[in-house]
């Protein structure tokens, strides 16, 4: 208990001490002032000690962060930007076309039906990119023979692919180099979000029994990572940078699709 005499505010033997404050205190304060004193310091108090459990405010977001779950960790850091993608290539389309036709738009994104030239190109690049023997000759007959019901006659581009693969298939070469240009510090958090693919888990999920990770996994990427990366770099930048740079169009979008993928 606390008792005011003449206007000085002193604690009774049987009471019991307040946090933060001295077991003997004079303060020649009454009523509501002296009332206001005696909880401001017990509000200093109690945050001080929170504040010490829990430390400064990056490391307390830092905890916060690892201790969120890996689940919804993917869907802020990689889904959510694919389908702003997504969602900003099919408005960009809408706004350059004349009316909103169904038709008009996908041809603004070039959603074209595919060829046996398209499907040439793609098995092409799926061999050079898996790798491997088998792999890199069906690269580069697919690509020759996509040239040549292209009707491209010029000698260099068909030296060009084998050249290629070669140089991917040497590339260790070029590894001591390549390891000492940093374009950043992978951090913790980096290796433990990459590391959440697999085999044994995704994302803080078991994969064991989990089927419907599998079905998820394939539509939400397709939808996502196809639908924004490609819709937005292809189907609707690349066009404008055409425009912009003609034929050095493709090496300038290579570039900054290149940088926009540099984190992986």
């Not at 690269?139 to 006659?153: D, F, K, Y």
Request: charged share 15%.
């Amino acid at each position: 208990m606390v008792t005011s005499v003449n206007g000085i505010v002193t604690p009774t033997a049987n009471s019991a001490a307040l946090p933060g404050m001295n077991e003997s205190f004079n303060l020649h304060h009454s009523g509501v002032r002296s009332g206001i004193v005696i909880r401001g310091k017990c509000a200093v108090q109690t945050l001080k000690s929170r504040y010490q459990k829990l430390g400064n405010p990056r490391e307390a977001s830092i905890r916060q962060l690892r201790s969120a779950s890996w689940w919804r960790i993917f869907h802020l850091l990689l889904i959510l930007p694919l389908t702003l993608m997504l969602l900003s290539a099919v408005v960009g389309a809408v706004r350059d076309v004349p009316s909103t036709s169904c038709s008009l738009i996908a041809e603004r994104l070039r959603l074209r039906n595919t060829n046996v030239v398209t499907w040439l190109w793609a098995g092409a690049l799926s061999g050079f990119m898996f790798g491997g023997n088998w792999q890199d000759l069906l690269a580069i007959a697919a690509s020759w023979l996509a040239l040549w019901r292209e009707n491209h006659r010029r000698v260099w581009r068909f030296v060009a692919i084998p050249a290629a693969v070669f140089v991917k298939r040497n590339a260790s070469i070029f590894q001591p180099i390549l390891q000492k240009v940093r374009f950043f510090d992978p951090s913790d958090f980096y290796h433990g979000f990459f590391s959440r693919f697999g085999p044994r888990e995704f994302m803080g999920v078991r994969l064991h029994g989990a089927w419907w990770i599998l079905i998820y996994y394939a539509v939400i990427m397709f939808v996502c990572n196809i639908g924004g990366d490609e819709l937005w770099w292809r189907g609707y930048v690349l066009p404008r940078q055409e425009l912009a740079f003609g034929r050095a169009a493709w090496v300038i979008h290579g570039l900054f699709w290149s940088a926009f993928h540099l984190f992986m």
